[in-house]
């Protein structure tokens, strides 16, 4: 079963410049740096059943491409989280369950009644630099600098939240020395890196049922 594992930090927007400056991107570094810009939506049912059952359901653009993914289950300690995921793209950004090769998930994904009441609830837009490193022989990551927004819906209006974070996805090796480099790069970069332990769906929700604030729906 694939699984993602990834280490996420945050950090205070006004230093992107300087941790894009890094010695060890150029050090490390086995490709060029990739810029790209996502744009993801976010579905669940009305009552939020995906959400229940710990699964994040997305399709993302990047470009003229589609992808459809779907995270379930796993576990989040100290800004590691680890997660099954589910991959693949999709020809006209329209959810499609037809790829899916996990059972559970074909199982749970085959109730009628859940696919059609599925909607789009919150979105992510955020520019990424990626960078893919190779620290030492047979360990690879990829370290992702993320700038951008979650943006959701409250009282027929857009609210929105800033995303600035690192992501250390972890491509070939083990735990142990993606923990490792996380450490070198808090010593190494300019500002505190704190450990992240909301992905960008958690946040999404948490933005999404946030309570309003009663003196602004009254308009004053």
């Not at 899916?100 to 074909?106: G, P, V």
């Not at 199982?107 to 990626?130: C, E, G, H, M, N």
């Not at 992702?144 to 819906?153: A, F, L, Q, R, S």
């Not at 996805?169 to 923990?179: A, D, M, P, V």
Request: charged share 25%; net charge negative.
């Amino acid at each position: 079963m694939p699984k993602e594992i990834e280490f996420k930090l945050c950090f205070p927007q006004q230093f992107i410049t300087q941790i894009k400056q890094l010695p060890l991107l150029k050090t490390f570094s086995i490709t060029n740096p990739v810029q790209q810009n996502l744009y993801s939506i976010y579905y669940d049912t009305p009552d939020f059943i995906l959400k229940k059952e710990r699964i994040a359901l997305r399709l993302r653009r990047t470009g003229e491409r589609w992808t459809q993914t779907i995270k379930s289950g796993g576990a989040i300690h100290d800004g590691l989280h680890q997660h099954h995921e589910f991959e693949y793209p999709i020809p006209d950004g329209r959810l499609d369950f037809s790829q899916l090769s996990d059972q559970k998930l074909r199982y749970f994904f085959s109730d009628q009644k859940i696919r059609q009441s599925l909607q789009p609830i919150f979105a992510t837009d955020f520019d990424r630099s990626v960078y893919l490193l190779e620290p030492t022989k047979g360990f690879k990551l990829e370290f992702c600098i993320d700038e951008g927004h979650i943006i959701t819906k409250q009282l027929n209006a857009d609210i929105a939240e800033p995303i600035c974070e690192l992501e250390l996805e972890l491509k070939s090796g083990n735990i142990t020395q993606l923990l490792q480099f996380s450490e070198t790069l808090q010593r190494d970069c300019p500002c505190q890196l704190i450990p992240e332990n909301r992905n960008k769906a958690m946040r999404g929700y948490a933005l999404l049922l946030q309570k309003p604030d009663p003196e602004h729906q009254n308009g004053e």
